[in-house]
């Protein structure tokens, strides 16, 4: 049976961003529309904020594949290969503990403590046992009720099962996980940053 790739993006995050830069947007129209000469000093602001909106809340996903995981944050793409990810963690989000460090999805926070107050002990069932600490304690973010937990458990279990199979015994290929700076929009948030502080000042 082929590997059914899977791709998480949260909605709350991608509706707050398109909420903002259509905001934006109507504000830029509405500011050149009635003082032109005042756009050139005050729209730089606007376009920041929906830039950087944009950057936090839309761009944000987690892709996971047959031959690893892509994490795609606000200003940085790793992609993780399976032998590489020695423990998968939900405490703050979703992170992977790798033999070249640490990789957190920004796309997949722990759960509020609100949301905790709702769980139940049927939340935790089949969780992987990769998944508990040293004394067999679990994290609420671990709860498959939840996003977090969720896409912790998808995960596990697919790296369970490719350990258990001897998919990891040639080892890590320190070549193979990547990282990709998002050189575009670290310029163009600088670019904006610099406008918006002259024609605050100037």
């Known amino acids: 049976m082929s590997f059914q790739e899977v791709l998480y993006r949260p909605a709350f995050g991608r509706t707050l961003a398109v909420v903002t830069v259509v905001v934006c947007a109507l504000g830029v129209v509405a500011l050149i529309w009635s003082d032109p000469l005042s756009a050139l000093r005050y729209v730089w602001p606007i376009l920041l904020a929906a830039v950087v909106v944009w950057a936090l809340f839309w761009r944000p996903s987690l892709r996971v594949q047959e031959h690893g995981i892509t994490v795609e944050n606000v200003l940085r793409t790793h992609f993780v290969p399976w032998p ?55 994290r609420p973010a671990d709860a498959i009720s939840t996003p977090t937990g969720n896409l912790a458990q998808l995960i596990r279990g697919r790296w369970e099962q490719l350990r258990d199979a001897g998919a990891f015994a040639s080892g890590v290929d320190p070549e193979a996980a990547t990282v990709t700076w998002h050189w575009a929009t670290i310029a163009a948030i600088v670019v904006l940053a610099a406008a918006t502080a002259i024609g605050l000042l100037v």
């Open 84 to 138: 590489s990810i020695v423990s998968i963690d939900t405490r703050y989000s979703l992170t992977l503990h790798t033999a070249q460090g640490r990789v957190s999805a920004w796309a997949a926070p722990a759960p509020s403590r609100h949301r905790i107050l709702g769980l139940a002990p049927k939340d935790f069932d089949g969780i992987g046992e990769t998944a508990r600490g040293s004394s067999g304690e679990l």
